[in-house]
């Protein structure tokens, strides 16, 4: 056994992994099923001289952690559903400006309070258009404790380089599952650092996409240069315009840094689904039973595969794309009453019959709920 | 072994079920096998019943919850009758002696765990650990070794000795088989 | 404007939005003033604001700007400070931005005793929207949302920053600017959480829905109705009514947000 080997909970891996990718400051409020990550951030983080603050509600917190990234820290907040509904005005502040931060929402049960205890992942379309406007944003999603640590890690490096907010979407199952872990050595991480303004620069304008890259290089409160940040749509000096030209170029630019990386940022796994049938797409703790199931039922010899996201947002459009006709049916199993599922319908243009296994009762979709559904499909076919 | 063994551990809110949980799972980790460990729970933090679920393997482990347990420990009647129905034909059911032994379809242990705890210890807040002593030697799930060590990294500084007494008497209640 | 002051400004941005006769410039103008008074250095001072009028002036000023959500300036300002203790934090905000939709944030910024000096340009009524009643509209007003006569009671924001824990409590008006310079460069200078009420004309909206006549008048008016603190002291409950009393309402001492978790810090690093 590696002597790094321990048992480790959803939470507590994503706050090593937020401290390993260089988090060192957390601004938020208590809620379940988040709590832990909020309590051991308060803990680690001054070990390591970074800042730690409960505020006042949720809002508050959301609009701490963007001035905490504008001095240059990476920061961080957690929530679950009915915080993460608060957050989401400056949520959208953080895209317009660019701000890089992780926002983490534990799903539980909704709407409004819901069941605070229990498991869902009705907060996928929320998370992707939770604020208003059209605006950029990455959604990732661990399905083991591990891949909490290494998602977190993830989501502050894709913060970082797109000068986007990232948002972990775990649900209650993951965050509060303890599992082996074997935390890897901090050297072999790679950390991605936000690109600064070039010393050369004269006249810095905040907003000015220097490298055609389309992600301006992005100075710090402090560091010397003064410039203007603000929720107004601005021009590349960081000032308010309502110029049309303007407005487009911003927008457009805001869109096209994410949608022309896709092949960067979008990461999911394919479990044979080379000779499959019957694909499920999943993601979460949800992926976990449709894992068990795609075994049980290769073992009985059924083709039947999986695609399990790793990104929610942007969707994995040529995962879907890629399939081989031999597919007949796509199954969408997640815990909700239907949200992913019309992203996949879109994304399949009619090459394949696609439904939905819809779990929102607080429980997490089984293994056998899962077979029984691939069997109700075959049968259809 | 089986390839994946599921246990359930269940009492009531309070009788530090879940710590227990958490203490199996690493002393399976420490045997060198992966272990996810879970548990539900109510919105009061005391009382009620609870569980903790355990689920150890020597591969990976997938499906993360437990559905029908290979070993179910109940400390209380109410949570007995809560969980006993759906075990695996071939699953053992260790209960508390207070409990009236029911007629059920597999077998069942019955071990005076609270009773040692009072009796050995003086303390009836570490019947949790006597369980999990009995519940190692009974089922031979993980090793003695590795439950001592991962009860001694767990309990709280200054009851290492109350907790290592508590844990020998459980493993001599599940060897007294 | 005096040469020496053109460095803190922007000024390629001016002229500024505000309607002629709007008091809020002469407001900035006094922020300046104080920090070019007390020698601040220009390049550790982070301006932040929320939404409203007054929340636009950071927009001319040459310093670290940041112009957030409504209401939000404090909360944005607060992780400010904390994640860059160096920075000298001034929040520039309204009366309906601070009292109303940020009313959370103002109590709790004080109640930590955080150091950031916040400076509401008071006009008594939401001017970008165009005239409707805040929490400091006095009661009895009217304005665009209330047709009949404003039946809200008003805050008195100094009495609300003193209790929720702010150390420094002043207020000042756009008629008594040397003075109010005064009150800045004390806020400024203080460790702690500060509050400047800024009492500020809006002729376009207050001042038209209530008859107030010209921005001159209106500058009289406030001459008129303001007190002293000493003065205020020796007058009844029913002399005072309707008046607004100026000066330093409160100064304390206290352990600063920032210094206290730096030692934070210190303590969970010991032993390591």
């Known amino acids: ?381 | 072994m089986g390839e994946r063994m599921e246990i359930r551990l269940s009492g009531s809110g309070g009788q530090g079920l879940i710590l227990a949980g958490i203490i199996l799972a690493e002393a399976a980790i420490l045997d060198g096998k992966n272990a996810v460990q879970s548990q539900s729970y109510g919105p009061e933090a005391r009382g009620g019943a609870s569980r903790a679920e355990v689920i150890i393997s020597e591969s990976s482990i997938d499906y993360p919850k437990v559905t029908k347990p290979d070993i179910l420990l109940a400390l209380t009647e109410e949570a007995l009758m809560k969980y006993k129905d759906n075990l695996k034909p071939d699953g053992v059911i260790i209960i508390d002696s207070s409990i009236k032994k029911p007629e059920l379809p597999v077998k069942i242990i019955s071990l005076p765990i609270i009773e040692t705890a009072q009796n050995r210890t003086g303390k009836v807040i570490v019947a949790n650990i006597v369980a999990l002593g009995a519940l190692t030697t009974a089922t031979k799930i993980v090793s003695k070794e590795s439950t001592e060590k991962a009860v001694m990294d767990r309990v709280p500084k200054g009851t290492e000795e109350l907790n290592k007494k508590a844990l020998y008497s459980g493993f001599e209640l599940g060897e007294s088989l | 404007m005096r040469k020496e002051l053109e460095k803190y400004f922007r000024t390629e941005k001016l002229p500024h939005i505000w309607c002629p006769g709007c008091s809020h410039g002469i407001l900035t103008g006094a922020v300046v003033r104080a920090i070019d008074n007390l020698k601040l250095d220009q390049k550790k001072i982070c301006i932040v604001s929320g939404i409203g009028c007054s929340s636009r002036a950071p927009g001319y000023l040459n310093f670290y700007t940041l112009h957030t959500t409504h209401g939000r300036a404090l909360a944005f300002a607060t992780g400010i400070k904390l994640a860059n203790p160096d920075l000298k934090v001034i929040v520039l905000t309204g009366d309906g931005d601070c009292a109303a939709i940020g009313g959370n944030h103002f109590i709790h910024a004080a109640r930590r005793n955080i150091d950031i000096t916040t400076i509401v340009f008071n006009n008594s009524i939401y001017g970008m929207t165009s005239g409707q009643y805040s929490p400091m509209t006095p009661k009895g007003s009217y304005a665009t949302t209330a047709p009949y006569g404003n039946i809200d009671r008003n805050f008195d924001l100094c009495k609300l920053a003193q209790s929720a824990g702010a150390t420094y409590v002043a207020r000042g008006t756009v008629y008594h600017i040397p003075q109010l310079i005064k009150i800045i460069e004390k806020a400024l200078q203080h460790k702690g959480f500060s509050l400047v009420d800024a009492v500020s004309i809006c002729p376009t909206y207050f001042g038209r829905k209530n008859k107030m006549g010209s921005p001159v008048k209106m500058m009289e008016f406030i001459r008129d109705v303001s007190i002293p603190i000493k003065s205020a002291e020796k007058l009844s409950k029913e002399e005072l009514a309707g008046k607004i009393l100026i000066g330093e309402f409160y100064e304390e001492q206290a352990p600063e947000y920032t210094e206290e978790y730096a030692k934070v810090i210190e303590k969970s690093q010991e032993g390591d």
């Not at chain 1, 998370?127 to 998602?151: C, F, M, N, Q």
């Not at chain 1, 929720?231 to 927008?251: Q, R, W």
């Not at chain 1, 796509?330 to 019309?342: D, H, S």
């Open chain 1, 1 to 381: 056994m590696s002597s790094k080997a321990r048992l480790m909970q959803g939470n507590e891996a994503c706050v090593e992994g937020a401290i390993a990718a260089g988090m060192r400051f957390y601004a938020g409020y208590p809620i379940t099923p988040s709590t832990e990550i909020a309590e051991l951030s308060a803990e680690m983080l001054p070990k390591v001289g970074g800042k730690f603050i409960q505020m006042e509600d949720e809002i508050a917190s959301m609009g701490a952690v963007i001035g905490a990234s504008l001095t240059g820290l990476k920061a961080m907040t957690a929530t679950s559903g009915p915080g993460f509904s608060l957050k989401q005005e400056n949520i959208g502040f953080a895209s317009l400006t660019e701000v890089p931060c992780v926002i983490v929402n534990v799903q539980r049960g909704g709407p409004s309070t819901g069941l605070p205890t229990l498991p869902a992942q009705g907060d996928v379309m929320q998370a992707r258009w939770g604020t208003h406007g059209d605006h950029p944003i990455i959604v990732l999603s661990p399905s083991y404790v591990k891949e909490v640590y290494e998602l977190t890690i993830r989501a502050f490096n894709l913060s970082e380089k797109y000068r986007v907010p990232c948002i972990l979407l775990m649900d209650e199952v993951v965050a509060h599952m303890r599992e082996k872990v074997e935390l890897p050595d901090p050297s072999t991480i790679k950390i991605i650092n936000r690109k600064k303004p070039d010393p050369s620069i004269v006249n810095y304008e905040p907003y000015r996409d220097y490298d055609g890259d389309g992600i301006p290089p992005m100075a710090s409160f402090g560091e010397g240069i003064p410039f203007h940040v603000t929720g107004l749509i601005h021009d590349v000096t960081g000032f308010p315009s309502t110029n049309a030209k303007v407005t487009e170029a911003l927008i457009t630019r805001l869109m096209k840094k994410i949608y022309d990386n896709l092949d960067d940022i979008v990461d999911y796994e394919c479990i044979s689904v080379e000779d499959a049938e019957t694909v499920i797409i999943s993601f979460g703790s949800t992926a976990r039973s449709v894992l068990r199931a795609v075994h049980l039922m290769r073992q009985e010899g059924h083709k039947i595969g999986m695609i399990r996201l790793k990104t929610i947002w942007p969707f994995a459009y040529k995962a879907i794309q890629n399939l081989s006709s031999a597919v007949k049916n796509l199954i969408v199993a997640e815990m909700n009453f239907g949200q992913l599922v019309e992203t996949v319908r879109a994304s399949a243009g009619g090459r394949f019959e696609v439904s939905g296994l819809n779990k929102f009762n607080g429980e997490l979709i089984t293994p056998d709920e899962v077979i029984a559904k691939v069997k109700e499909v075959m049968g259809r076919a």
